[in-house]
């Protein structure tokens, strides 16, 4: 059975008192979306998490390495073990966005393999994330968009002989 991972990277500038709030905002996403289902506090009383929903369910990322990097003046999300889940991420940086009043959009960028070699099963994506809006494309999707311009052009190109 092939075995497929997703990895991330995400940097997000912020100074070292927001990046406090922010990996004990993302410590407590992931352990409440850790917790069983059946048995874990709704998000409306658990002020933590509040706002990430229910509808998220499963692991937001166990191999997720949340570090501050001084020098740079970011916060670095990446992932260590090839299961995070985006739709959490997305969610949780839009939080994090409004709570700390970060201006710039985060950029997350992830790539998409697997243990065997198969058609379709590498690639990945990016996303730009900003209080209010997401915008992403998967590599798949670029170069759809990509193959469908060039046949729009060479279809209307003109050859001589």
Not at 9 to 17: I, Y
Not at 108 to 129: K, Y
Request: with cysteine.
């Amino acid at each position: 059975m092939t075995a497929y991972f997703t990895h991330l990277s995400v940097e997000m500038p912020m100074s070292a008192e927001a990046a406090s709030e922010a990996v004990r905002f993302l410590r407590a996403v992931q352990s409440h979306l850790s917790a069983p289902l059946k048995g874990r506090p709704s998000v409306q009383t658990d002020p933590d998490v509040l706002g990430i929903g229910d509808r998220h369910d499963g692991i937001f990322g166990h191999g997720l390495r949340i570090a501050y990097n001084d020098e740079a003046g970011h916060l670095v999300i990446e992932d260590d073990d090839g299961s995070p889940n985006l739709d959490v991420l997305e969610a949780a940086i839009k939080i994090l966005i409004g709570r700390l009043d970060l201006d710039e959009p985060i950029t997350v960028e992830w790539s998409e393999t697997c243990d065997r070699a198969q058609a379709g099963a590498f690639g990945g994506g990016a996303m730009v994330v900003s209080r209010d809006h997401t915008f992403s494309m998967t590599t798949g999707r670029w170069a759809q968009d990509m193959r469908h311009e060039m046949m729009e052009r060479t279809n209307t190109v003109e050859y001589r002989l």
